[in-house]
């Protein structure tokens, strides 16, 4: 691992101060992303700067919203009795991911901004985009199984590996930063990650230095009927294949609105908004899903080894919504 140095302060505007000042500088969490990419020289920061001391780790409940600090684990999210009652798709997207150890280290922070497990980003003798702008990308024509169908670019097809994010995208929660200078402002969960495009190596809309503080998520009562569905190679410890993140509003057997976000298929955490006003008016029957789930992947594009996914995450979106629609019933 290259040397750096290590860094602390008591104030968010200070860690951020220090993070914009050197290009190489990053800002370090519960280090579950970050160090291993150090290990294997994917990142090498020459300074990283601890967002542990700066007092980011509450959650404030009030009768509209809760606010998550950016240092709070994703155990300590998903476990909270709030979150469990009010979103139940935030607290099964954080428990399917990972494993105990990692998401008591893990934070909510760290988690919007970890990087894609694309092989070819993790390995620095590959040609990749993404890691290094210019380069080519080869998974294009490589071992593409676990890559992206949706969202995806002739320069990148890295699929985003949160579940966690999945959810907050659905939930439509609001991310809250600080700059050096002191400015915050908040992006809308939906502008946060960006899809690859012509610059891949651009992945979130946030500037060098700018530092996550909070998560705004503002009350939802259907969210109190959803769920999320993760589909991947074996039951624990491993990232989704697909993955269906759902909301769903029902008068008897009507629907009266829907929310459905995807993850382990695109680029960034999805969110399929015409899938959703598809659904509007329709009976919640698994052939009204089907045809929400045929519209979800309308634009989706395979290569040779992840053409199943399209499938895999159709069957996904229909029982995911059976599951919520059971739930209700
Ligand atoms: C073996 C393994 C399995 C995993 N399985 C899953 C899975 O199934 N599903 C899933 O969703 N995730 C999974 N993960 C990913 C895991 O959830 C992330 O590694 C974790 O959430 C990152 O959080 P962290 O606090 O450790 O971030 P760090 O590693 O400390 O940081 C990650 C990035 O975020 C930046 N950062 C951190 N905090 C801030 C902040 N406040 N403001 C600005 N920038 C910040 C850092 O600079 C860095 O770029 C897995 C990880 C591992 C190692």
């Known amino acids: 691992m290259k040397k750096f140095t290590f860094e602390r302060f008591a104030r968010?505007?200070?860690?951020?101060?220090?993070?914009?000042?050197?290009?190489?500088?990053?800002?370090?969490?519960?280090?579950?992303?970050?160090?291993?990419?150090?290990?294997?020289?994917?990142?090498t920061p020459d300074t990283v700067v601890d967002v542990r001391p700066l007092r980011l780790s509450r959650i404030d409940v009030s009768d509209n919203a809760i606010t998550v600090g950016a240092a709070i684990t994703n155990s300590q999210l998903a476990w909270h009795p709030v979150v469990r009652d009010r979103f139940p798709v935030l607290s099964e997207a954080i428990l399917s991911g990972a494993t105990t150890q990692i998401r008591n280290m893990a934070t909510v922070g760290g988690n919007i901004l970890q990087r894609t497990r694309c092989?070819?980003?993790?390995?620095?003798?590959?040609?990749?985009?993404?890691?290094?702008?210019?380069?080519?990308?080869?998974?294009?024509?490589?071992?593409?199984?676990?890559?992206?169908?949706?969202?995806?670019?002739?320069?990148?097809?890295?699929?985003?590996?949160?579940?966690?994010?999945?959810?907050?995208?659905?939930?439509?929660?609001?991310?809250?930063?600080?700059?050096?200078?002191?400015?915050t402002r908040s992006i809308p969960f939906g502008d946060f990650h960006l899809a690859p495009g012509d610059t891949p190596h651009i992945e979130v809309a946030l500037d060098h230095g700018e530092l996550i503080t909070h998560i705004v998520i503002s009350n939802l009562p259907a969210a109190c009927c959803s769920h999320y569905l993760k589909v991947r190679d074996r039951a624990s410890y491993e990232f989704a294949l697909a993955s269906a993140a759902v909301v769903l509003d029902l008068d008897g057997d009507t629907i009266r609105a829907a929310r459905l976000g995807l993850g382990g298929i695109a680029t960034k955490p999805w969110r399929a908004t015409e899938a959703e006003q598809s659904l509007t008016g329709r009976k919640a029957s698994d052939a009204t899903f089907r045809?929400?789930?045929?519209?979800?992947?309308?634009?989706a594009v395979g290569r040779e080894h992840n053409h199943f996914k399209i499938e895999l995450v159709k069957r996904a979106i229909v029982r995911a919504f059976a599951n919520a629609r059971e739930a209700k019933v």
């Open 119 to 183: 092989p070819y980003f993790r390995d620095v003798h590959a040609s990749c985009n993404r890691r290094q702008p210019g380069s080519g990308c080869d998974a294009l024509d490589g071992f593409n199984r676990g890559h992206a169908v949706l969202g995806v670019s002739e320069h990148c097809i890295a699929t985003h590996p949160s579940d966690m994010c999945v959810a907050m995208a659905v939930l439509d929660a609001d991310v809250h930063t600080v700059r050096a200078d002191g400015t």
């Open 12 to 43: 968010a505007t200070d860690a951020a101060t220090a993070v914009a000042a050197r290009p190489a500088a990053m800002f370090l969490a519960g280090g579950t992303t970050l160090v291993d990419l150090m290990k294997i020289d994917v990142l």
């Open 291 to 299: 045809d929400a789930a045929e519209i979800a992947l309308a634009g």
